[in-house]
């Protein structure tokens, strides 16, 4: 099990898988990084820095798209991350943002069979997502589908082995 400590406060999180993870963490670097200036981000594969918080409202705005404006998608894992995200930006108090995590904590599967769907599930809904959003003739965002860290990240979603 590994700890995550945020904020004053540690909890104990259930091994996932590492791409899971990953956006887990960028989505903890995006939330933390609105409340305190910009954070970066080393890409591997090139080098470069990116802001985690330029990634963030391209990844947000893409969000937005998929799951406020169309409420279809609201029982899919993307749209569930960003509606627990958004419960943790609105928690006015470290107790309700440790009750919140607690409570997701509990609600992640046991198994590592259970794990490993989810983060299958969840893969395959931001993948779907991306290209769901790029699809449009012309996004309200060109940038989420031109913006290489972001396509690299949705493609290896997309060929990533359950």
């Known amino acids: ?3 995550l400590e945020t904020e004053g406060y540690a909890v104990t999180m259930r ?4 791409m899971l993870l990953l956006l887990l963490s960028l989505m903890l670097g995006v939330a933390q990084a ?7 981000l080393e890409t591997e594969a090139t080098g470069r820095s990116t802001t985690v918080t330029a990634l963030g409202k391209l990844r947000m705005a893409m969000l ?6 169309s409420a279809e998608h609201a029982a899919e894992r993307p749209c569930m991350n ?6 943790m930006r609105q928690a006015a108090t470290p107790e309700a943002k440790r009750a919140l995590v607690q409570e997701r904590s509990h609600a992640m599967p046991a198994t590592e069979e259970g794990r490993k769907s989810l983060a299958l ?10 290209k ?3 699809a449009q003739p012309q996004p309200k ?13 949705y493609q290896a979603f997309e060929t990533a082995a359950p």
């Not at 091994?15 to 590492?18: K, L, N, R, T, V």
């Not at 937005?64 to 404006?69: A, L, N, T």
């Not at 599930?121 to 991306?130: E, I, L, N, V, W």
């Open 1 to 3: 099990a590994a700890t």
């Open 15 to 18: 091994p996932m898988s590492s």
């Open 34 to 40: 609105g409340m305190s200036g910009t954070a970066t």
């Open 64 to 69: 937005e798209w998929y799951c406020i404006q």
């Open 82 to 87: 960003h509606a627990f995200m958004t419960k």
């Open 121 to 130: 599930q969840s893969r395959q809904g931001y993948a779907r997502m991306y």
């Open 132 to 134: 769901a959003y790029c």
């Open 141 to 153: 965002i060109p940038e989420v589908c031109s913006n290489d860290s972001l396509k690299k990240m």
